[in-house]
């Protein structure tokens, strides 16, 4: 960053108004709610929470944090690493099927596993049949738990380090991947001493995301029950209602999403990412032994299974079982697709100018950074709530129109990081001497920014953009609150089922905003596919 | 490799959607339904922490009846009273619905409802459920029952509550989250009946009896009781009914073998209404008015309860189909339901607790 500071300088006005601005658009719903949890949610509530739970709140979720992340980077590294490097069969077709999950929401993978796995669901009541046994004759792992938690979010957010690796190994020199290889290193250790330390990087800034995500979500440790800090802060808020309580225990949520961030900084270092050689080239993908490739094909399989496969079965069997199919969803589907459309529209102008700025434009420029990390790690419900405190601030209310602009502008508060990433990691791999060859060339700073930053940030701009549609496809909390009358979206009805325990009528919805992200999802697979350099 | 300046199909489309996001400016106009509809007599705008698709069918009824439109915004009930105090005077809110006294208690200390006076509601309602000032009116009944194995357990064994804490259930209940609104309405009038200490005491009771930990609705409970989990669980009397009529034979077959105890809370079974109010600041406040006195009617009432499986509120509407008939004997709480908005903070402290997850 250091070196790129002096190399590169925009007219200093020209480059820092809009990124202050959107500094400015970012941090404000953290900060009037993280000021109205200061200010305000010391009361009775807070006293109360500090006397029972907040600690066994805050040692839960940072458990859950650190086994959610062991069991992604054991999921998603092995996978990317095996769909990258080796010929196994149906690696061509693995390589896009991991993605998919991506298109299922936390909340959907908890309801499905929930049902299925619950002492009077499918998968214990054949237990039962076939043995014999009592409900209370044998010992069965319970999916409404710490560890059960961890599994249904590691399932559902490996795809963010799973694309991240992949295109780092995808895009590592291939001279020291072949150098190594020709050494006779051993597989393992090509992975170990020079394929991870290359992709390192990414792989963080991916686990990074993801954690925020697990971090933030309700909608699946709810579910199940697991008590974690998002979990407190809703109880807070609807058993004691006490909103300003809620925003300060939201304050330990952003205070960990800020040191998640600093790690991710911290270990990235001033070294960069670029990639050290510009000979990309297709690599050989060495076949593995039969016995060697269909395990590896077991373990994709297994992975997609699980992410993917049978919770969605599952949803579509309950659905058709009982035949209650609630009210027709096309006006919800109409609306989640609009919004989703609009929401990701916006989020990606703001991620966009977020990374062209992010090498160039020092403190301003992380400060946006840690802004959209910062709405990234909270609650929608708490972002929004944020959202409506400053509106009133202003002496404005929430009506109307209005309720629509402040709904986009959460999505984007909420989501900015998350679109910002992809084009950060293309921006951070390409080689730094084009700038330099540009400049030597006596390009005008605007210039190189247009002509070399933009076309190398749009390159990881069709996994921003997706990437943010699908996520705000799978929003609920602050659509809940702030969409205007008859704005319902498919995760609204979703919800509004769920909390009726009708999860058969449930099931649709889910199934649609699941399908609704997959096509996204499938052609971002296509795209990255597609993607390899010099194939 | 720097191939990729256009922009990407997808992101055009983005912006195109943006921009017909922005062309409709507001809220799109009600949906239209089939059917006559009369001329347009002005706007309702319902706001609702209920969530059953019957009650879009209620809201087309009243629509095709008086010709007023309505809008309606559901929500989560917190989530709900944040909306409108941010909106404040301005708010479109004319009715708030919610599936609990204890939220509609809320709205109220929050200066959000206003007072009523309506021979049709004061009627059609009796006093203890609603509120003495007019601030809301329960529209719908349902009982916090405890579901019991049939096989295992007599129903001299749970006609109260407090029987529950006892040692003859150790490892034998099955309860959801405490955060969950029945359960805080059940607490708030356990302490009212028994006293905070006696509360706590029961709270602690039950938790050392539980079988498993809590999760999931009170449909997981009684599934829980019909697998053999546990030999009793806490859940509302319409999940069992939903059970009972439901299209899946599993279903079916979950209620047969169990049973329900409209049990005791202290002084007579435990009761939470479905309740409406009208909104402080409502621009329609005589079409709210309508609407509840709509709610209230043996149509509006045959029409709230239909699906949700509760009980009617006004004397002489018939039951939904499925719904068992209450026994005449019962001894039913005339507790005034604004108490269990009232104990509720308390409520949820003491199942904190007594670790109540």
């Known amino acids: 960053m250091t070196s790129a500071t002096s190399s590169f300088t925009l007219p200093s006005w020209a480059g820092r108004l809009p990124l202050a601005l959107i500094t400015l658009v970012l941090a404000v719903p953290v900060l009037t709610a993280g000021l109205s949890g200061l200010l305000a949610g010391g009361g009775e509530t807070w006293r109360h929470i500090l006397a029972t739970e907040l600690w066994s709140t805050t040692l839960t979720t940072l458990g859950m944090l650190a086994l959610t992340g062991g069991l992604i980077l054991a999921i998603a590294i092995p996978a990317a690493w095996l769909v990258t490097m080796y010929s196994f069969p149906g690696r061509a077709v693995f390589e896009w099927l991991l993605i998919l999950p991506l298109a299922a929401p936390g909340y959907v993978l908890a309801i499905a596993y929930y049902d299925l796995l619950n002492i009077s669901g499918p998968v214990q009541n054949a237990l039962r049949d076939a043995t014999g046994w009592g409900a209370r004759d044998y010992w069965f792992p319970d999916i409404t738990s710490l560890p059960g938690l961890c599994f249904v979010l590691a399932v559902a957010l490996y795809p963010y380090v799973y694309l991240t690796a992949r295109s780092a190994f995808t895009t590592t020199s291939i001279c020291a991947i072949d150098a190594a290889r020709t050494l006779g290193a051993r597989p393992f250790s090509v992975l170990w001493r020079v394929a991870l330390p290359g992709a390192r990087p990414a792989i963080v800034a991916g686990l990074t995301l993801a954690l925020m995500e697990a971090a933030a979500d309700y909608g699946a440790a709810g579910f199940l029950n697991v008590r974690t800090l998002t979990v407190g802060l809703f109880r807070a808020w609807s058993s004691y209602g006490d909103a300003a309580a809620a925003a300060r225990m939201a304050l330990i949520l952003l205070a960990i999403a800020l040191t998640l961030q600093w790690v991710e900084k911290l270990q990235r270092g001033g070294a960069g990412v670029q990639a050290t050689s510009k000979r990309w080239q297709s690599l050989d993908r060495p076949a593995l032994s039969p016995l060697k490739g269909w395990l590896a094909a077991g373990f994709c399989a297994l992975v997609f299974a699980l992410g993917f496969g049978v919770p969605i079965i599952r949803l579509l069997w309950i659905a058709v079982e009982t035949g209650d199919h609630g009210r027709n969803f096309t006006g919800a589907l109409t609306t989640s697709l609009l919004l989703a459309s609009a929401g990701a529209a916006v989020a990606f102008i703001v991620g966009i100018t977020i990374a062209l700025t992010a090498r160039r434009r020092g403190w301003l420029s992380w400060m946006a950074k840690v802004a959209a990390s910062g709405g990234y790690a909270v609650p929608g419900a708490v972002l929004a709530l944020g959202g409506i405190v400053a509106l009133n601030t202003l002496g404005l209310n929430l009506a109307g129109g209005l309720a629509l602009v402040v709904l986009i502008w959460i999505y984007a508060a909420r989501f900015t990081a998350a679109g910002a990433q992809p084009m950060e990691a293309a921006l951070a791999r390409a080689p730094r001497s084009m700038g330099d060859a540009a400049r030597a060339l006596g390009a005008a700073p605007a210039i190189r920014v247009w002509k070399i930053d933009l076309p190398v940030a749009l390159s990881g701009a069709l996994v921003a953009a997706l990437i943010l549609f699908v996520e705000i496809l799978k929003e609920l909390p602050a659509t809940l609150m702030l969409r205007p009358a008859n704005w319902d979206t498919l995760a609204v009805r979703a919800f509004a089922y769920a909390s009726d325990e009708r999860l058969a009528a449930a099931a649709l919805p889910c199934l649609l905003i699941t399908g609704a992200g997959l096509l996204p999802v499938i052609l971002l697979s296509w795209r990255l596919s597609k993607a390899r350099p010099g194939s | ?357």
């Open chain 2, 1 to 357: 490799m720097f191939r990729s300046l256009k922009l990407p199909p997808i992101l055009g489309s983005l912006v195109c959607s943006a921009l017909m996001l922005a062309a409709c400016s507001g809220p799109s106009a009600p949906q239209q339904q089939g059917g006559n509809v009369p001329e347009n007599n002005g706007f309702l705008n319902i706001y609702s922490a209920r969530h059953y698709d019957s009650d879009q069918e209620i809201y087309d009824a009243f629509e095709e009846r008086t010709g007023i439109r309505v809008r309606a915004r559901e929500s989560g009930a917190a989530q709900l009273l944040e909306t409108m105090k941010a909106e404040g005077d301005a708010s479109p809110a004319d009715v708030i619905l919610a599936s609990d006294a204890g939220t509609l208690w809320r709205f109220e200390d929050a200066g959000l409802t206003q007072e009523v006076h309506s021979q049709v509601l004061d009627a059609a309602i009796p006093p203890h459920l609603r509120d003495p000032d007019g601030h809301w009116f329960g529209l719908a009944k349902r009982y916090r029952t405890i579901v019991y194995d049939k096989s295992a357990v007599d129903p001299s064994e749970v006609d109260e509550f407090m029987d529950l804490a006892t040692d003859r259930f150790d490892d034998n209940i099955c309860a959801r989250s405490s955060s969950n609104i029945y359960n805080l309405s059940l607490m708030s009038e356990i302490i009212e009946r028994y006293g905070s200490e006696a509360a706590a005491d029961w709270a602690e009771g039950v938790v050392g009896n539980f079988a498993i930990d809590p999760a999931g609705g009170d449909t997981d409970q009684i599934r829980a009781v019909a697998a053999g989990a546990c030999q009793v669980a806490l859940a509302n009397h319409y999940y069992w009914v939903r059970l009972a009529t439901s299209g899946a034979s599993s279903d079916r077959e979950a209620a047969d073998a169990t049973a329900l105890s409209f049990a005791s809370a202290g002084d007579g079974a435990h009761v939470n209404v479905t309740a409406g109010a009208v909104a402080a600041h409502a621009p329609n406040r005589e079409h709210a008015v309508a609407f509840l006195e709509f709610l209230a009617s043996p149509e509006g009432q045959a029409m709230l309860v239909s699906q949700t499986k509760e009980y009617p509120v006004v004397a002489g509407v018939p039951l939904p189909e499925g719904l068992m008939k209450i026994p005449e004997d019962l001894k039913q709480s005339d507790l005034s339901l604004d108490v269990l908005g009232r104990n509720q903070v308390e409520a949820q402290q003491i199942y904190d607790r007594a670790g109540w997850p």
